[in-house]
């Protein structure tokens, strides 16, 4: 019984975090291209190679499923948005307690300086480097978290010499 309270109580964390985070990212979804948004889809199609390699690569194929409509692309902004929300609550949650990595998840739903991630469908480049840091933060968190309990489980003090 208390297992399952405790999934309730992560799974309302978790709506909880999302419905904040789409209340202050929602209006992005209306706005339609701007001048640096335009600008960088001319360069994913005039230089593909030599500039953003995988932004221009994300650019190219919402162009090409989509064609020039602003929607589309603010949508995969957003829906990357939301795997960096993922991608960092693993890594919070690696390094504190659920309630912890919840607080600092909720405080980095929305950060003001970063209002352009949310407006503008040419900050992708941007949003797919958060994404790459993010899964590598993760992946850190979660292999020391790992290799500090085989190091206890071992019968060493984590961070101590070998064999001590």
């Given at each position: 019984?208390?297992?399952?309270?405790?999934?309730l109580?992560?799974?309302?964390w978790?709506?909880a975090?999302?419905?904040?985070f789409?209340a202050w990212t929602?209006?992005?979804l209306?706005?339609?291209?701007?001048?640096?948004?335009v600008?960088?889809?001319?360069?994913a199609w005039?230089?593909p190679?030599?500039?953003?390699?995988l932004?221009s690569?994300a650019y190219?194929?919402?162009?090409?499923a989509?064609?020039f409509?602003p929607l589309?692309?603010?949508?995969v902004?957003?829906?990357?948005?939301l795997v960096?929300?993922g991608?960092?609550?693993r890594a919070?949650?690696?390094?504190?307690?659920?309630?912890t990595a919840c607080?600092?998840?909720?405080?980095g739903?929305?950060?003001a300086?970063l209002?352009r991630?949310y407006?503008?469908a040419?900050a992708?480049?941007?949003i797919l480097?958060g994404?790459f840091y993010?899964?590598?933060?993760?992946?850190?968190?979660e292999?020391?978290?790992v290799?500090?309990r085989?190091?206890?489980?071992?019968g060493r003090?984590?961070?101590?010499?070998?064999?001590k």
């Amino acid at each position: 019984m208390l297992r399952a309270a405790e999934r309730l109580r992560s799974r309302l964390w978790a709506a909880a975090i999302v419905a904040y985070f789409l209340a202050w990212t929602a209006r992005g979804l209306r706005t339609g291209f701007g001048y640096d948004d335009v600008t960088k889809l001319y360069r994913a199609w005039a230089q593909p190679l030599g500039w953003h390699f995988l932004g221009s690569l994300a650019y190219r194929g919402i162009y090409a499923a989509a064609g020039f409509h602003p929607l589309p692309f603010h949508l995969v902004c957003l829906a990357l948005l939301l795997v960096n929300l993922g991608l960092q609550y693993r890594a919070y949650r690696a390094l504190a307690d659920e309630e912890t990595a919840c607080l600092a998840l909720a405080f980095g739903c929305f950060h003001a300086p970063l209002w352009r991630l949310y407006v503008e469908a040419g900050a992708l480049d941007e949003i797919l480097c958060g994404t790459f840091y993010f899964a590598a933060l993760a992946v850190y968190a979660e292999a020391f978290l790992v290799g500090r309990r085989f190091r206890a489980a071992a019968g060493r003090r984590p961070g101590g010499p070998p064999g001590k």
